[in-house]
């Protein structure tokens, strides 16, 4: 089916940047939404941020001004923009896309990438 491959976590100072990235790829037919998951040790993964089809974003609570989602829909690909990051930003950061592929006929799909590590130090 669909494959999400995500880049651009790493190790950060309190207070950095980093800008997460997430390419979809396979035979799609359309992607009608693509969101950030992230899921911290010890802790249940949690949305982080979502981006439809008409650019309506939304944001949990605890990084509202601080991330930006957005979407390149030519090129199935999006991106999480963090800013003044936190030590309890540190979590793995996972990406999903949700849609149609081509198998056919379009077939739903709802498809994870593998994830990528954001460890924010003190």
């Known amino acids: 089916q669909v494959r999400l491959v995500e880049s651009g976590g790493g190790l950060v100072q309190a207070g950095g940047s980093l800008r997460l990235s997430c390419a979809a790829s396979g035979n799609i037919f359309s992607i009608n939404a693509m969101a950030w998951y992230r899921q911290a040790p010890g802790k249940q993964r949690e949305l982080v941020a979502t981006?439809?089809?008409?650019?309506?974003?939304t944001y949990t609570d605890s990084v509202k001004g601080r991330f930006t989602i957005s979407r390149d829909n030519a090129k199935n690909t999006v991106h999480l923009q963090m800013n003044s990051l936190k030590p309890e930003d540190t979590a793995v950061y996972y990406c999903k896309a949700d849609g149609l592929y081509y198998s056919g006929t379009s077939v739903p799909f709802s498809s994870w990438g593998q994830g990528t590590q954001v460890t924010v130090s003190s």
């Open positions: 981006v439809t089809n008409g650019g309506s974003t």
